[in-house]
């Protein structure tokens, strides 16, 4: 069997992901193991990050609804009732 070599898609690879640890601090940034290992840790918090963000955001709207509301003398949920009338 012939060996394969395979350098240049392996450090296009490495280079990727150090790209993407890029800011990190000390090894994080430099060794590829610890990189890799970073870089799949931080986008499974960012996927996770953008489903939270919807969720904040929403609870942070209703809040802001519910307090105009209730200046005007109606709680949220009878608020959101009436829309649906």
Do not use: C, D, E, P
């Not at 069997?1 to 993407?20: C, E, F, S, T, Y």
């Not at 590829?32 to 799949?40: L, S």
């Amino acid at each position: 069997m012939v060996r394969i070599k395979r350098g240049n898609v392996a450090r296009k690879r490495r280079k990727k992901v150090l790209q993407l640890a890029k800011g990190y601090r000390g090894a994080h940034s430099r060794l590829f193991r610890v990189a890799n290992q970073q870089v799949m840790k931080a986008l499974r918090y960012s996927y996770v990050g953008r489903k939270q963000k919807k969720r904040v955001f929403r609870k942070l709207w209703i809040t802001r609804i519910n307090a105009a509301s209730r200046v005007q003398g109606l709680s949220y949920s009878r608020l959101i009732h009436n829309f649906k009338k």
